[in-house]
Nanobody
Framework: QVQLVESGGGLVQAGGSLRLSCAAS????????MGWFRQAPGKEREFVAA????????YYADSVKGRFTISGDNAKNTVYLQMSSLKPEDAAVYYC??????????????????WGQGTRVTVSS
């Protein structure tokens, strides 16, 4: 079993920045990659960004390209999401996820094996 613990959420003004962190523990070998998703009230969970440890490839939703940056520490199985130029529409609960099967389709929730509890991001206008 893998435990994912997110941190870094909070309240920020529009235009501001936040950095989310997610640490994975509990499994002997490292994941193939990790990702961030978000879910706003009344909406489906949507893909935000992902990173594949093999080659360091990163993937972003169009809505966050140029504003969000995903990075990570492969050895520590830890992933970060630096969010800048935040907009009210970025407000959501952000979930970290880990994939042990490979990120062939990083935007699909079904590619991820474990999920964190989520951290709330609130953006005031």
């Amino acid at each position: 079993q893998v435990q994912l613990v997110e941190s870094g959420g909070g309240l920020v003004q529009a235009g501001g920045s936040l950095r989310l962190s997610c640490a994975a523990s509990g499994r002997a070998f490292r994941s193939a990659g990790m990702g961030w998703f978000r879910q706003a009230p009344g909406k489906e969970r949507e893909f935000v960004a992902a990173i594949s440890w093999s080659g360091g490839n990163t993937y972003y939703a169009d809505s966050v390209k140029g504003r969000f940056t995903i990075s990570g520490d492969n050895a520590k199985n830890t992933v970060y999401l630096q969010m800048s130029s935040l907009k009210p529409e970025d407000a959501a609960v952000y979930y970290c996820a880990a994939s042990y099967r490979g990120l062939t389709a990083p935007a699909m929730t079904s590619r991820y094996d474990y999920w964190g509890q989520g951290t709330r991001v609130t953006v005031s206008s």
